[in-house]
């Protein structure tokens, strides 16, 4: 533009820049704003490229609008450069009294960050001032609390020269209006949202009653209203077709309970404990039919200014598929996931909950009373001093009357839930004369003296560690290995009773829990569990054999879940130890 005389220059800069800015308050949108910006650049500054890069919500800048070439356009328009990048590129080059130009000498840098570009190769500069297809100008556009909004890029001066200073000062100027253009525009779409969104609340403020009336007789979930206070406070005033579907009762039998009447009698102390304002529950609630779904209470109160709260609105949601998926993925988190079998972490609880820790010592009027209880009964076995079993005696081999309580039960008559306790858990300090009070309800669990069974009957452990696997996994593969684990899982779940316990510890060792057995049940368990486990498996048409080891042990209350599994553990080593490896093989 500095070709012709300067005034005249001058004069037809500032005619096409009122024209542009004129243009720029005129445009409606954001959008629109945005692309007058870059046509105006074109058309009244003499570029042949310009583009907006405007600063978004989380500090990057996008390629907002894009003007001169319709294939740049398409390419870099919404694309987005980092904020690290950009406030790079606005402190390298010259600074041209609020412009940042870098030329391309510098620029080069720029080539590989993640700031949206185009540009051209071009031969290198004939003269001082001809401009580079890689340099690069920059006008920056500042809010008036000097926040950045965005950077008008401009490319390709049409008289092939850098801009001298009227054509800087002219692009600063410009830039200047644009940001305040933007501002404007900005501040016209906050307006006009907030004029729509105050329109839609007093609609809606209008049709409140209405839009309740709709949302609550068509939501897809049970809906309810109840009473609060008074005699009758909770008492369903109202309940939608939703909820009468899924409780298989009427509006108008519903009308006649409160929750409280058909929650299940073990959630009633949830429901109770469920506030009123937001509050959430998950229950039961009954059917008509006498079964019972879960369901998610979320409650709110529906207040008048004057009056306060005047009834309570209720959601309630089927979870029942929701429980059913929590149920699955608990069993999954307690199960092995090859074989079906309960894993380690639920060996130990099941363990667990049928040991306690005993007293270090119990008064001698309550072993004397329990003496005379069990008059006529064997002797039972003297406890050491400070309560430890006598020198030469296994911590496991307590006799049923050691802590003054009678024996175990029998083991579970056929019939029982597998894998099923019906005892309570390790109960701290629930032995007489401790601050918990009496044992009123523990069993203890007892192990025979000996190996030689004298008629006491115990929770035998039994430790099984496969022979001869490892070299099927490494013969045939781990898909043969593990068809033989699902194999010998399913066998020695076959060959236990209903209420006892099989479980996969990890690898080829599997652990037997079998309550209400003697030395001699427990040795003769182990024998029937290894022969079974003895014929040959058939894995893809090939048969392979492993052979078992056992250990038996015996949990004793007294002991730790883990003191009882490295009990067992070290008596299947000694059993695999004292039979040769061929002999081990057949079983």
Not at 68 to 90: C, F, H, K, N
Not at 113 to 122: A, I, K, L, N
């Amino acid at each position: 533009m500095e070709t012709e005389s300067e005034p005249y220059v001058r004069l037809a800069t500032l005619r096409q820049l009122h024209q542009v800015v004129a243009e720029l308050n005129t445009a409606r949108s954001l959008a629109d704003t945005l692309q007058t910006v870059v046509d105006g650049i074109v058309r009244g500054l003499g570029y042949e490229l310009a583009c907006v890069n405007l600063v978004r919500p989380d500090g990057d800048l996008v390629v907002a609008a894009f003007a001169g070439d319709p294939a740049a356009e398409a390419l870099i328009t919404g694309r987005v450069g980092s904020r690290a990048a950009w406030e790079r590129r606005l402190t390298m080059g010259e600074d041209w009294d609020g412009l940042r130009f870098i030329p391309h000498t510098e620029g080069w840098v720029l080539m590989e960050d993640d700031v949206p570009q185009w540009h051209t190769d071009g031969p290198d500069p004939r003269f001082q001032d001809e401009w580079h297809p890689e340099d690069r100008l920059y006008a920056p556009m500042y809010a008036t609390g000097g926040e950045l909004l965005g950077v008008i890029s401009v490319d390709r001066p049409r008289n092939g020269r850098r801009p001298g200073a009227w054509g800087r000062e002219a692009l600063q100027m410009y830039a200047f209006q644009a940001a305040i253009a933007i501002s404007n525009a900005r501040l016209r779409a906050n307006m006009q949202r907030a004029l729509v969104r105050l329109e839609r609340e007093q609609q809606a403020l209008r049709a409140s009653e209405e839009s309740f009336r709709q949302a609550f007789e068509y939501a897809p979930s049970g809906m309810a209203i109840a009473e609060m206070g008074g005699d009758q406070h909770g008492r369903l005033l109202r309940t939608n077709d939703a909820l009468c579907r899924l409780l298989g009762r009427p509006a108008s039998v519903l009308r006649r309970y409160s929750f409280s009447d058909l929650v299940h009698p073990e959630d009633i102390g949830t429901l109770l404990r469920t506030s009123a304002e937001g509050g959430r529950a998950e229950l039961r609630l009954g059917r008509r039919d006498g079964t019972y779904v879960w369901v998610s209470l979320r409650n709110s109160v529906v207040a008048d200014a004057a009056d306060g709260p005047r009834f309570l609105l209720t959601h309630v949601e089927d979870i029942e598929e929701r429980k059913r998926h929590e149920l699955q993925l608990a069993h999954r988190a307690s199960h092995d996931s090859l074989t079906g079998l309960p894993n380690s972490a639920e060996l130990r609880s099941r363990l667990g909950a049928r040991l306690c820790r005993r007293p270090q010592s119990v008064r001698a009027g309550a072993v004397e009373a329990l003496d005379a209880a069990y008059e006529g009964r064997p002797e039972a076995g003297g406890a050491g001093e400070h309560g430890f079993p006598p020198e030469g005696q296994h911590p496991g081999q307590y006799h049923a009357y050691d802590s003054g309580f009678p024996a175990a039960p029998a083991a579970p008559a056929a019939g029982q839930a597998a894998d099923a306790f019906d005892f309570p858990g390790d109960f701290p300090g629930a032995f007489p004369g401790s601050p918990d009070g009496p044992f009123d309800h523990h069993v203890h669990t007892v192990a025979p003296a000996t190996d030689i069974d004298d008629g006491t009957k115990g929770l035998a452990v039994l430790f099984c560690d496969l022979d001869g696997f490892k070299s099927i996994n490494d013969r045939f593969g781990h898909h043969t290995g593990d068809a033989v684990l699902i194999e010998v899982a399913r066998r020695l779940t076959t060959g236990v009773r209903d209420g006892d316990t099989v479980a996969r510890l990890g690898g080829d060792e599997f652990v037997v829990l079998a309550d209400g057995l003697g030395a001699a049940d427990a040795a003769d368990l182990a024998v029937r569990l290894r022969n079974a486990i003895i014929p040959p498996i058939r894995v893809d048409g090939r048969a392979v054999r492993v052979g078992a080891s056992f250990g038996i042990g015996w949990a004793s209350c007294g002991m730790s879940a883990d003191e009882v599994l490295r009990s067992a553990d070290q008596r299947m080593y000694i059993e695999k130890r004292s039979r040769s490896k061929a002999h081990r093989r057949a079983g």
